[in-house]
């Protein structure tokens, strides 16, 4: 476990409440081509693989439905899990990004990774 001393400082700078949630992406399509920075605001849509849940589904519902989390861009992980700054960014190898959002949308994002696709969207 790290002492709080050790923790980066970039930690202080999440907004009381929220959590810091990872998401793989496979594909740069999902990931918006990879035009993505540190700190930027997206929108996260979320769609479900299948609409019409089974009966015997152990699956909670809201996992059935389209959803769009308001996220900030906390960090770019490469395919070697190291953090990729913007100076030496390679979308080839990026593949991992952590978000910043909602206690609540990061215990969705966190349940529905099997479940759907999670794709980034920005004005």
Do not use: C
Not at 63 to 91: M, P, R, W
Request: no cysteine; net charge negative; aromatic share 12%.
């Amino acid at each position: 476990m790290l002492e709080e001393s050790e923790l980066p400082k970039e930690n202080n700078d999440i907004k009381e409440g929220n959590v810091i949630v990872t998401y793989k992406f496979n594909n740069p399509d999902a990931a918006n081509g990879w035009l993505l920075e540190k700190n930027q605001k997206v929108t996260l849509a979320y769609s479900p693989f299948t609409s019409t849940p089974n009966q015997d589904s152990t699956i909670p519902n809201n996992l059935f439905n389209y959803k769009y989390i308001q996220a900030k861009i906390y960090e770019i992980i490469d395919e070697q899990l190291i953090s990729i700054e913007e100076h030496t960014f390679n979308k080839r190898n990026s593949l991992y990004i952590s978000f910043e959002v909602t206690e609540e949308d990061g215990k969705f994002i966190i349940a529905s990774k099997d479940k759907g696709r999670l794709d980034i969207y920005w004005d």
